[in-house]
C-alpha cells in the first residue's frame, strides 16, 4: 500500500482540553479513517507549535489541509480526497 500524506492524520491538543478529547472521541469514530494513521502531537511540547496552534487546538493536519474543530465529515472528506 502506498502511503500518501492524505492517509497521514496529525491532530494538534493540548492535555486537559475537553475539546482536543471531543475531536479525538469524533474523529475514531469516522469509518472514512479505517486504514489511515491518526497521531495525536501536543503543542506545549514545541514552541513553535504552541505559538502557532496554542489558541486554535484542537486543529486537524491532514496534508496541508488544517481543520479546526468543530470540523465536519464532509470537510474530513475533502480533505482526504
Same mark, same amino acid.
Given at each position: 500500500? @502506498?502511503?500518501? #500524506?492524505? +492517509? ?5 491538543? %493540548? /492535555? +486537559?482540553?475537553?475539546?482536543? $478529547? &471531543? /475531536?479525538? $472521541? ?7 479513517? /479505517?486504514?489511515? %494513521?491518526?497521531? %495525536? #502531537?501536543? =503543542?506545549? &511540547? &514545541? $514552541?513553535?507549535?504552541?505559538? #502557532?496552534?496554542?489558541?486554535? @487546538?484542537?486543529?486537524?493536519? =491532514?496534508?496541508? *489541509?488544517?481543520? &479546526?474543530?468543530?470540523? $465536519? /465529515?464532509? %470537510?474530513? #472528506?475533502? *480533505?482526504? +480526497?
Amino acid at each position: 500500500m @502506498v502511503r500518501t #500524506r492524505e +492517509s497521514f492524520l496529525e491532530l494538534l491538543v %493540548t /492535555a +486537559s482540553c475537553g475539546r482536543c $478529547d &471531543d /475531536a479525538l $472521541d469524533w474523529l475514531l469514530s469516522m469509518p472514512e479513517l /479505517a486504514g489511515r %494513521t491518526l497521531v %495525536t #502531537r501536543d =503543542v506545549v &511540547d &514545541d $514552541d513553535t507549535l504552541l505559538d #502557532r496552534y496554542g489558541e486554535r @487546538v484542537p486543529v486537524l493536519r =491532514v496534508g496541508r *489541509a488544517e481543520l &479546526d474543530w468543530p470540523f $465536519d /465529515a464532509e %470537510t474530513l #472528506r475533502q *480533505a482526504l +480526497s
